[in-house]
């Protein structure tokens, strides 16, 4: 997949640089100081560069003392994507080094900011755009896109991007930031990523009388001419990209889980809030047991927040259940969900389609933590998008009932969290196992150092889209998640859990992304799903299609 996109790059290169300007304007080519001196010679570059030759771990030594010295991450967002945009090869090649110190910048938690900030931001368009206007028209439109060969596109209508709310086209960020995670974490080469925006109009009445919107002036479409508009993108996606796995991402809950169940049969498609979520939150679950020493069979796990997050990490555990052989409706009753009426139980009113298979025969619970108090869940999962939520009692009744609470506070960014870890820590006298949306930082408490790990679904997509790239698989099933999250788990190594980490360190994410693709290839391969021949080696195979963001020599 990706090692003849870098050979026939490099010889594009050679061929087609128009002018000399197009080596040094071109990102995909671009070297900067690094260009050799028998480079500046044979292009012609000499003079037009200062004389001093750099290696590219300097230019990457200099870049870091640049974001180092700025003032706050939007700035250094801004600074990244001004990289991106002129030497992709240094860009990931700054990521891949300091994944770290990286990723809150491009994802989560900065990315939120750059979006709510996108019109200020732009400077270069990245990505497609196609809007209500395009009606009709949206295969040729997609033509428009300079690369024929896509393999992945993250796509949004951005109505509700992270925990923020409709951002209209100011989403774009997100497919923009989880691609070059793709890029960074799964080694998918960046240019067969597509990011697009489906511009259907927003409801932010900010945005629409903001006379600097870049967006529709206009309010959602719904309802019929919605779901025309989507089947034409999923039509035109075939046609145009006909290779290309689809993700969904930050879709408003009821678009999200009907396109979902409309297009996954159908496509190479998956939800990256309902399916990845529920795949690195079950990872996280599995390792948190290991430190527990109760099977999943043991636990009841209560939701704050019944959406796509919640109900896709509900549906992964049943899933989980099932496969050690617990009947569907006993499966479910290990899941409880709170959202914002209460504990959702049979017989409250009128439920969402997707909380249904939740609602269980049970007395009404006002609030979270009547709801821990009658059910003494052992895991507690947020993902209401309620900052502060999980408060000190809540903590305290959870370590009451629990030796080792298992608090998860997943909402983003930093700013939505439901509890803090120094608070998670601080309140539970240092049993809780925590892990969080956003990044902590670890805590010391009575000379004990905890270090929270961080739920991000950064540790299972990228691995799912390599590993159906790699084997070509015709549709994304549940069943490659739940192979997806054993195998994140499995990337837990005692080192980490003796700190209390329940994820892997990021620094090794191209190892765990490569892992995961492997349990991904070979669940399409049992499924009789895969396209592409099994290969003898698929570890090997897998690992060979991983880009490497090194500059190419053009002489
Ligand atoms: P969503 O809009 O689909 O769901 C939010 C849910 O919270 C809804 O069910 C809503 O009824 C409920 N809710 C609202 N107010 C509440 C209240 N006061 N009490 C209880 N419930 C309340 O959003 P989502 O996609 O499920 O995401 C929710 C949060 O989870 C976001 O902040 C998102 O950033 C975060 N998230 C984190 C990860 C991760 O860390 N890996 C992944 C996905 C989503």
């Known amino acids: 997949m990706t ?319 099932m496969a050690e052989g617990v009947p569907q409706a006993e499966a479910r009753r290990h899941c409880w969900f709170v959202d914002s009426q209460g504990l959702v139980v049979q017989g409250r009113g009128e439920l969402a389609a997707h909380k249904v298979p939740y609602a269980h025969a049970h007395a009404s619970c006002p609030d979270l933590l009547s709801a821990i108090e009658a059910l003494r869940p052992t895991v507690l999962v947020g993902v209401s998008g309620m900052p502060k939520s999980f408060t000190q009692g809540v903590v305290e009744a959870m370590a009451r009932h629990n030796p080792r609470p298992v608090i998860l506070a997943l909402s983003n960014p930093t700013s939505k969290a439901e509890c803090t870890a120094e608070e998670a820590y601080g309140w539970s006298q240092g049993r809780a196992i925590f892990a969080s949306g956003s990044p902590f930082p670890p805590v010391t408490l009575e000379g004990r150092r905890f270090v929270p790990g961080q739920g991000n679904n950064a540790y299972i997509f990228p691995g799912v889209g390599l590993g159906v790239l790699s084997c070509g698989a015709r549709r994304v099933t549940d069943s490659m998640f739940s192979h997806a999250a054993k195998a994140l788990a499995q990337e837990v190594q005692e080192s980490d859990l003796q700190q209390g980490r329940i994820y892997p360190a990021l620094q090794r994410m191209r190892e765990v992304s490569a892992a995961i693709a492997v349990a991904v290839a070979e669940e399409a391969y049992r499924l009789n799903l895969a396209e592409v021949p099994r290969p003898a080696d698929l570890r090997g195979h897998v690992a060979g299609q991983m880009y490497q963001p090194q500059y190419p020599s053009y002489v």
Request: with cysteine.
């Open 3 to 321: 090692s003849d996109i870098v050979k026939s790059s490099a010889a594009t290169a050679r061929r087609g640089a128009s002018g000399k300007l197009g080596w040094l304007q071109n990102p995909v080519w671009n070297k900067g100081t690094a260009f050799t001196a028998a480079e500046r010679e044979t292009l012609g570059l000499r003079g037009l560069l200062p004389p001093r030759v750099f290696t590219q771990e300097e230019q990457v030594e200099r870049i870091m003392q640049t974001l180092r010295r700025m003032p706050n991450d939007l700035e250094r967002y801004a600074q990244l994507i001004a990289l991106q945009d002129r030497n992709e090869a240094l860009f990931y090649r700054v990521i891949l080094d300091h994944l770290d110190e990286m990723m809150p910048i491009i994802y989560t938690p900065t990315v939120g900011k750059a979006c709510q900030e996108y019109g200020n931001l732009f400077r270069r368009p990245r990505g497609l755009y196609l809007s209500a206007a395009d009606r009709g028209e949206v295969a040729r439109v997609m033509r428009n896109w300079p690369h024929r060969d896509v393999r992945v596109i993250v796509v949004t209508d951005g109505e509700r991007i992270l925990g923020l709310g409709d951002l209209g086209t100011y989403g774009m960020g997100i497919p923009v930031g989880k691609l070059s995670l793709y890029t960074a974490c799964g080694g998918i080469h960046p240019r067969v990523c597509l990011p697009i925006t489906l511009d259907v109009g927003t409801e932010n009445t900010t945005l629409l009388s903001d006379p600097f919107y870049t967006g529709l002036r206009q309010r959602r479409l719904r309802g019929p001419a919605y779901d025309e508009f989507i089947e034409e993108f999923i039509r035109a996606t075939r046609k145009v990209f006909p290779r290309a796995l689809i993700q969904f991402e930050d879709f408003g809950n009821l678009n999200a889980f009907r396109l979902l169940k409309q297009y996954q049969t159908r496509v190479r498609t998956f939800n990256d809030d309902i399916q990845g979520t529920g795949a690195v939150t079950l990872a996280g679950i599995y390792s948190a047991l290991r430190l527990t020493g109760r099977p999943l069979a043991e636990q009841t796990v209560l939701f704050q927040g019944a959406g796509e997050a919640g109900i896709g990490i509900g549906d992964l555990i049943v899933a989980a259940l």
